[in-house]
């Protein structure tokens, strides 16, 4: 783990301490950045499902499970 010296809004580490039940300061900001990490991926995992959406073509999709359904008489 690296150590860096930053500066905090104490306002809003202070409610976060107090609504989360962190103890630390250390806890609260490491809780953060693995959220907002979760969050980016998150986003990028949609990004990427919305791409593939675009991508799919639906009517060669119809056609090929047309295609291997049976017949019915």
């Given amino acids: 783990m690296s150590i860096t ?10 409610e976060v301490l107090k609504r989360s039940g962190l103890g630390t300061k250390k806890d609260a900001v490491n809780e953060a950045l693995r959220d907002y990490a979760a969050k980016l991926r998150r986003a990028a995992e949609f990004d990427d499902y919305a791409r593939r959406a675009q991508e799919w073509d639906y009517d060669a999709w119809k056609a090929m499970r047309e295609a291997d359904r049976p017949k019915h008489r």
């Avoid at 010296?5 to 202070?14: K, P, S, T």
């Fill in 5 to 14: 010296q930053i500066d905090l809004d104490d306002e809003a580490l202070a």
